[in-house]
Structures are given as C-alpha cells and as structure tokens.
C-alpha cells in the first residue's frame, strides 16, 4: 500500500516562496512507469493540476504556472518537494500530492491528504 504524505508551513506570507515536501512509503519514487504529481484546489474551486516529477527525475509544469514552479526529489528520502515562489494571496488551496500511473497528468491511484496553505500578510 503506497501512502503520500504531505508537510509544510501553513501560513505563508506574499511574495515568499512556498515550500512543500510530500513523504511516500510503500513504494519508491524511481520506480518506472510512475509520475509523483501536485495538484492544488482553491476554496471553491476545482482541482489545478501543478506539475510532476517523473520516475527518471524529469520534470513537467503548467504554462500558467512554470515560471514560479520547482519540483525536485531527494531519492534518498523517498521525497519530492514543490517550491512555489512569489506566492499571492490566489495561492491560498489545499496542496495535494498524488501518484500519476503512465503520464505527467494522470490517471492517479494514490493521494495524499491534503494541506492547507494560506498566503497572508
């Protein structure tokens, strides 16, 4: 049974860069064929997909978000990390991390639980 699990500060003030670390056990990130993906929602909104690393160390963005996106993996961790910088107030959600099955975008059989970020002065 794969498990994710991700950590981080909850608050983060704008114009910082937000840092995420998403824990996995029962299974490694170099692993073929599997893609370690964040996904974020908004309150209110619905899920936005961020980016992945895959299981090479090759990494994926979304156009609307690349420019202020860094995924990384310590591999002797068995962790991925999403650095998100110059954060906004619109970059309030629940962060997620999910195990993408065959391509950066999906389908996903496991998730994490979930973390709420706020961005606030």
């Known amino acids: 049974q794969v498990q994710l699990q991700e950590s981080g500060p909850g608050l983060v003030k704008p114009s910082q860069t937000l840092s995420l670390t998403c824990t996995v056990s029962?299974?490694?990130?170099?692993?073929?064929?599997?893609?370690w993906s964040w996904i974020r929602q908004p309150p209110g909104k619905g899920l936005e997909w961020m980016g992945a690393i895959r299981y090479s160390g090759s990494t994926y963005y979304s156009p609307s978000l690349k420019s202020r996106t860094s995924i990384s993996r310590d591999t002797s961790k068995n962790q991925f990390t999403l650095q998100l910088s110059s954060v906004t107030p619109e970059d309030t959600a629940v962060y997620l991390c999910?195990?993408?099955?065959?391509?950066?975008?999906?389908?996903?059989?496991?998730w994490g639980q979930g973390t709420q970020v706020t961005v606030s002065s």
């Open positions: 029962g299974g490694s990130i170099t692993t073929n064929y599997y893609y």
């Open positions: 999910a195990r993408a099955v065959g391509s950066a975008y999906g389908p996903y059989d496991y």
